[in-house]
């Protein structure tokens, strides 16, 4: 025995569906637009440029880039009013490389400007070890000497090993001198303590070797 509706019933039944149907359908947020997300990111680099440009103080470049500031303006308002791709990774890729020229421009540099500091040479000096007098002299020249290493160590970029160790190193040598002061340990403290700094070792990476294919039984 088989049971089926009446036409006007089952009717009535597909026209509801049908409406519930389309008011879900209607429920479902849009698809966002994906120029929006594009022109967001376009937005954020150009306000990081803008804030860059705030704090930059060369005097010779500043009139130029700020030239460059409203050129790119313009090109992104033109991409809010016309978006195209293309042309807005072209002006995403001018912004980003005025950023980077700029914050490579503020850095500190590598090696420190020249100072008309008269400093001595304590490697330079030759104390006799009987003489108390020239070796007083000598320890003091040291401390000296050790206090701008000091003050040099906290300047240096983070390239350089750490600064501080050798800065440890003399104070180290300087307790063993004022114990027994030889001429071999004054000249291998001062040496050290006046050595250039040197760039850290970064071991390189191992080379990439794919993982072998599994085998399926």
């Known amino acids: ?11 009535l039944a597909l026209l509801l569906g049908v409406c519930l149907w389309q008011s879900s359908r209607a429920a479902e947020p849009a698809a966002e637009d994906p120029s929006i997300a594009e022109l967001k990111v376009l937005d954020a680099d150009f306000e990081r440029f803008t804030k860059m440009l705030q704090v930059y103080d060369d005097p010779h470049y500043l009139p130029r880039i700020r030239v460059y500031h409203s050129a790119l303006k313009l090109r992104v308002e033109a991409q809010h009013k016309n978006f195209d791709q ?10 980003n490389q005025q950023v980077q020229r ?3 421009a503020m850095q500190p540099l590598l090696t420190p400007l020249p100072t008309s500091e008269n400093k001595l040479d304590v490697s330079k000096l030759n104390p006799s070890p009987t003489n108390p007098a020239e070796v007083k002299a000598a320890m003091a020249a040291l401390d000296a000497a050790i206090v701008r290493g000091e003050l040099k160590a906290k300047t240096l970029p983070t390239i350089h090993e750490d600064p501080m160790a050798k800065v440890a190193r003399a104070r180290q040598g ?17 040496k050290d303590l006046e050595a250039l700094p040197r760039v850290a070792w970064v071991p ?14």
């Open 1 to 11: 025995m088989s049971c089926s509706f009446p036409l006007p019933r089952l009717g």
């Open 86 to 95: 293309p042309k807005l990774d072209d002006v995403r890729y001018d912004i």
């Open 102 to 104: 700029m914050s490579r």
């Open 174 to 190: 300087r307790a063993e001198l004022a114990k027994q002061f030889t001429s071999e340990k004054w000249v291998a403290v001062t």
């Open 204 to 217: 390189k990476p191992p080379a990439y070797v794919p993982p072998a294919a599994s085998k399926n039984p």
